[in-house]
């Protein structure tokens, strides 16, 4: 099956399956980059809202001036 063929397939399947095909694919090309991506017992650092009062500030400046 040709790749234009396959998208013109794509084009024809419900929302929710498309998401599910998008999830899937993320999936596959995780898993091709690098099969250790994410190592048990690790920890990984994520940014989070808490304790970030500049930023919070700046958009409070920001919304007063526009108002």
Do not use: G, H
Request: proline share 4%.
């Amino acid at each position: 099956m040709s790749l234009a063929e396959l998208m013109s397939q794509i084009q024809e399947l419900p929302k929710i399956d498309k998401l599910r095909l998008m999830q899937f694919l993320a999936t596959e090309l995780v898993k091709e980059d690098d099969a250790n991506f994410f190592v048990a017992n690790q920890e990984y650092p994520i940014w989070s809202p808490y304790n970030c009062s500049e930023a919070a500030n700046a958009l409070m400046n920001l919304l007063a001036t526009n108002t």
